[in-house]
């Protein structure tokens, strides 16, 4: 452990899954752009799966737009379609299509899930959308996010592996 803890508690402007009264808390700093993240959307899903409810599952948005160009529009169009119950359902399809997420794309996910298209363009542009993604982000830089993926669990920043062995057996271990 390095010894980093997350400064931000969860609250209900995050991104949750899970049983939100579980013991164990795993909070996921992540870029939709960012082929590690692209590799750790499974194992997750399969963490989530294996702990059932004694997990909860938090997504925060770190994109690394310096070199991930369209991270930021994915997290927004992640956080819009949050805004009509689809957070998940567009989450799980920007990183499985994870090379395709320009503006016309990110539109016909929308599409896809059945969002209203124009209620998710204007809220891509909102003021409140894209001060949640950048929110996420600060609150990444104060609980020393440094790269993506990164995991804090319960609180205290995960530095070992994240591959699927490591991570549930030191779940379980909790």
């Known amino acids: 452990m390095s010894g980093s803890l997350l400064t931000k508690k969860v609250t209900d402007k995050d991104q949750v899954q899970g049983n939100l009264s579980a013991a164990i808390e795993l909070v996921e700093y992540g870029d939709y752009q960012c082929p590690h993240c692209g590799r750790a959307y499974p194992i997750i899903q399969k963490i989530q799966e294996a702990m059932g409810d004694k997990l909860k599952f938090v997504f925060r948005n770190f994109p690394l737009t310096n070199i991930h ?12 379609a949050g805004l009509q119950g689809k957070f998940w359902e567009m989450h799980d399809v920007i990183f499985e299509h994870q090379n395709r997420l320009l503006e016309h794309h990110l539109i016909s996910y929308a599409e896809e899930l059945g969002l209203n298209v124009e209620q998710f363009k204007n809220d891509m542009l909102s003021e409140p959308v894209i001060t949640k993604v950048e929110d996420d982000f600060e609150s990444g830089m104060r609980s020393g996010v440094n790269g993506t993926p990164s995991f804090f669990i319960n609180g205290e920043k995960y530095s070992n592996s994240w591959d699927y062995e490591p991570l549930l057996a030191h779940l379980k271990s909790l």
């Open 69 to 80: 160009p369209d991270a930021m529009n994915a997290a927004v169009a992640a956080e819009a």
